[in-house]
């Protein structure tokens, strides 16, 4: 947990369907919601459709890093994004957010069944977060299940926003959401130290405007 970092860069060595079996036979017990299991894990290694999958993510990453850029935090639910259209379609990303779909020998697109999860919060005034507690937990489980054999990888997110296009793509049915698109891989290096926040900063007793939990 404490080094299980975001591998974005792989090096040429593969990722056997054994030890992909290995990962996804260990990440498979995973909590959900009154262990329902509504997930479904579809394993791309075709190059074109890894490529085609980094580029329907592409325009929501130009808008991330036009957000940024203005000093807003992107796709953030709260408030509306000022920068304009125009802006966004000029903005160039970096890299990062596509190569690693591209380059990593498998890509995981992980969706979940609409019809099988409990989403607590879908009638309340804000955007719904529930319902993803009964998939990250395997996504999670996968990036520690990889690390265990030598691999890693990232959880991301970008293509969400072209789901529609992702579906289709692919196959999956619209009774279910996407939920993520996992890279794995052998990562080309190993950062030393996470930058994460203390615990005292995060964490208060008895009230969420109570004192810091020091321990
Ligand atoms: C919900 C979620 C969505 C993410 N989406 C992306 C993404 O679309 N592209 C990407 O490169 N990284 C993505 N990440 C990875 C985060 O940027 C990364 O976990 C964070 O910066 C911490 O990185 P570190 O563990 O290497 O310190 C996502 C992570 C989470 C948990």
């Not at 052998?186 to 939990?213: C, I, N, W, Y």
Request: glycine residues 8%.
């Amino acid at each position: 947990m404490r080094t299980a970092f975001a591998a974005r860069e792989f090096t040429d060595d593969t990722l056997p369907d054994d030890v992909l079996s290995r990962i996804l036979d260990n990440a498979r017990f995973a909590p959900s919601g009154g262990n329902r299991q509504g997930a479904h894990i579809t394993v791309v290694r075709d190059a074109r459709t890894r490529r085609r999958l980094a580029e329907l993510g592409a325009p929501a990453a130009r808008r991330y890093v036009a957000q940024l850029m203005a000093g807003e935090s992107p796709w953030n639910p709260l408030r509306p994004s000022g920068v304009p259209q125009d802006v966004i379609d000029a903005t160039e990303i970096p890299d990062a957010f596509v190569a690693p779909l591209a380059n990593a020998p498998v890509l995981l697109v992980v969706s979940v069944d609409l019809g099988v999860v409990a989403v607590l919060d879908q009638e309340l005034d804000r955007v719904g977060i529930a319902g993803g507690a009964s998939v990250y937990p395997l996504v999670w489980n996968i990036l520690l299940a990889a690390r265990n054999e030598g691999y890693g990888g990232t959880i991301t997110t970008m293509a969400i926003a072209a789901e529609d296009e992702v579906r289709r793509l692919l196959g999956i049915p619209d009774t279910h959401a996407v939920a993520a698109l996992v890279p794995l891989g052998k990562p080309v290096r190993q950062p030393t130290r996470l930058r994460r926040r203390s615990v005292a900063e995060f964490v208060t007793r008895e009230r969420f405007d109570g004192p810091a939990f020091e321990g």
